[in-house]
């Protein structure tokens, strides 16, 4: 009851803001509401080759603000009640942007009747899933109706939704009962990088020269994903100290935890040389280049992953409740290009036993990025620049 007054009162203050900025005409803006990075960094950096004439606005949550507001050719505002004129201002370009593109499911979408020549574009921080997210997680069975029609009515606000494979669409049909004409099959920008040696070599470079320890061991990469019950406080299934008398010779181990978990992890003084905290180190991709190993579980990095075709191993200590709960896309798991460890002594296990199924890997990669091929931001910036160059 408390969640649903504070969503009402959330939707009235931005409604009435957002109809009155509906009254000044539209301009050659790009309006990116960020929560992950990757994807709008990947088409920013486009606009910015193509030398694209327009302005650029970021609308981030804190902990994306410093990442963004470094760029000077682009206006960066904190998206957050905390600052009002900042707020105030984001909804504004909001209403008056020809294009925006949005990285995840706001709410306040629900109450941004745009206007109808402007595109509102999905750009999913996920090139695919394996948690089911949407019209189909099971947790909106015991949401009123009235957020569930809410939920349809920010489904419904995206003009177009960007696709990395036809598997993604087919989730896309599902979760967000998108319709084929709202289907850009142009690829994920995010994954651009991974066809281009010369800027991965380039990550490498600047992470060896901030982090010289990296540089001479190999790289475990745990990287979990959220839990609606530890936003606040990440729970460590893996038992580093174990793991630090097994690998500490030849590895390091990165945690890499999401976004939304609010507190890093507390690494003991003893094992410092061992393990490091990079949940704030906000360039995801940077971090797979030097990986050796990626850990994880129903976490969508692995599509990304996959294109490096290196060893995967899946942590799914809590696999029968999570699917129970939050719920898993069917037959996901027999799918996996990894195999899959029930306890953090099997994780050890199999990082040992160097147990990589090279082509399983290329196969699941083949699958769900059909469509990225090194071209994807590109693909995207045409639908941008045809929008922009209209009339108002």
């Given at each position: 009851m408390l969640r649903e007054l504070a969503v009402t009162l959330y939707l009235v203050i931005f409604s009435i803001i957002f109809k009155i900025s509906k009254w000044f005409p539209l301009q050659n803006k790009v309006t990116f509401v960020v929560s992950f990075s990757e994807n709008n960094k990947s088409i920013y950096k486009e606009m910015l080759r193509q030398d694209l004439s327009c302005r650029t606005l970021f609308l981030t949550t804190e902990k994306m603000y410093s990442s963004f507001s470094k760029y000077e050719e682009a206006s960066t505002l904190l998206f957050e009640l905390k600052k009002p004129l900042d707020f105030i201002c984001s909804i504004y370009h909001l209403a008056t942007s020809k294009v925006v593109f949005v990285d995840n499911y706001y709410g306040f979408l629900d109450k941004s009747n745009f206007k109808p020549t402007v595109e509102c574009i999905q750009l999913w921080h996920a090139n695919g899933a394996i948690k089911k997210f949407g019209l189909k997680d099971?947790?909106?069975?015991?949401?009123?109706?009235?957020?569930?029609?809410?939920?349809?009515?920010?489904?419904?606000?995206f003009s177009k939704v960007i696709v990395g494979s036809e598997a993604m669409a087919d989730?896309?049909?599902?979760?967000?009962?998108?319709?084929e004409d709202r289907i850009l099959r142009t690829g994920?920008?995010?994954?651009?990088?991974?066809?281009?040696?010369?800027?991965?070599?380039?990550?490498?470079?600047?992470?060896?020269?901030?982090?010289?320890?990296?540089?001479?061991?190999?790289?475990?990469?745990?990287?979990?994903?959220?839990?609606?019950?530890?936003?606040?406080?990440?729970?460590?299934?893996?038992?580093?100290?174990?793991?630090?008398?097994?690998?500490?010779?030849?590895?390091?181990?990165?945690?890499?935890?999401?976004?939304?978990?609010?507190?890093?992890?507390?690494?003991?003084?003893?094992?410092?040389?061992?393990?490091?905290?990079?949940?704030?180190?906000?360039?995801?991709?940077?971090?797979?280049?030097i990986t050796d190993t990626l850990i994880t579980d129903y976490s969508s990095i692995p599509?990304?992953?996959?294109?490096?075709?290196?060893?995967?191993?899946?942590?799914?200590?809590?696999?029968e409740a999570y699917e129970e709960e939050r719920g898993i896309w069917e037959n996901f798991i027999k799918f996996l290009p990894g195999p899959i460890a029930y306890s953090s002594d099997e994780v050890s296990t199999l990082i040992q036993d160097g147990n990589f199924d090279e082509e399983k890997v290329r196969s699941f990669s083949s699958k769900w990025n059909e469509y990225s091929n090194g071209d994807s931001s590109k693909n995207v910036l045409e639908i941008v620049k045809n929008k922009l160059t209209q009339p108002y």
């Open positions: 099971p947790s909106i069975e015991s949401r009123s109706k009235k957020a569930l029609k809410r939920f349809k009515s920010v489904y419904n606000r989730i896309f049909r599902q979760a967000f009962e998108v319709t994920i920008p995010r994954t651009d990088v991974f066809f281009d040696p010369k800027t991965q070599l380039h990550a490498q470079t600047k992470l060896y020269r901030k982090y010289p320890f990296l540089e001479n061991k190999k790289v475990l990469l745990y990287a979990p994903t959220f839990r609606e019950n530890q936003l606040m406080d990440a729970e460590m299934k893996l038992d580093l100290k174990s793991m630090a008398e097994q690998f500490e010779d030849q590895y390091v181990l990165l945690l890499k935890f999401h976004p939304a978990v609010k507190n890093n992890i507390n690494i003991p003084s003893e094992l410092s040389h061992f393990v490091y905290d990079f949940s704030d180190y906000h360039q995801l991709n940077e971090l797979l280049f599509f990304e992953y996959s294109l490096l075709n290196r060893q995967i191993v899946f942590f799914l200590y809590d696999l």
